[in-house]
C-alpha cells in the first residue's frame, strides 16, 4: 500500500522541541521531495518546509528536516516551538525531485502539534 504516516506530534511547552516523522511505504521516499504543511483550527493549509532529494537537512522556517534513507523516512526537526505553532502537520510527495510548484500527490494523515505552557 502507497501511503504516508506522520508521527511524533505531541503536547509541549514553549520553547520545547520536537522531532516528527514521515514515514513511507510502498515507494522510495528518497525519490521524491517531502513538503511538510501544517494546519491550524479556522485557518488555511501552510507550507512550512521541503526537502528535495539533492539536499542534506536544509533549514527552514526555523525547521531542520533530514531523512534516513534505510528507514524511508523523513524528520523534520522543530525547535523553540511556540504558542503559534499548535496544528495538524502533514508531509506530503512531491510528485518531482525538487521543491518547485505545489504538484503534491500523497498526503499522509497528520500528527497533532500542542503548545502549552
Known amino acids: 500500500q502507497v501511503q504516508l504516516v506522520e508521527s511524533g506530534g505531541d503536547l509541549v511547552q514553549p520553547g520545547d522541541s520536537l522531532r516528527l516523522s514521515c514515514t513511507a511505504s510502498g515507494f522510495t521516499l528518497s525519490s521524491h521531495a517531502i513538503g511538510w504543511f501544517r494546519q491550524a483550527p479556522g485557518k488555511e493549509r501552510e507550507a512550512v518546509a521541503c526537502i528535495s532529494i539533492a539536499v542534506l537537512s536544509p533549514v527552514q522556517n526555523r525547521f531542520t528536516i533530514s531523512r534516513d534513507n534505510a528507514k524511508n523516512t523523513v524528520y523534520p526537526q522543530m525547535p523553540d516551538l511556540k504558542f503559534e505553532d499548535p496544528a495538524v502537520y502533514y508531509c506530503?510527495?512531491?510528485?518531482?525531485?525538487?521543491?518547485?510548484?505545489?504538484?503534491?500527490?500523497?498526503w499522509g494523515q497528520g500528527t497533532q502539534v500542542t503548545v502549552s505552557s
Open positions: 506530503a510527495r512531491h510528485a518531482g525531485a525538487v521543491c518547485r510548484g505545489e504538484n503534491y500527490d500523497l
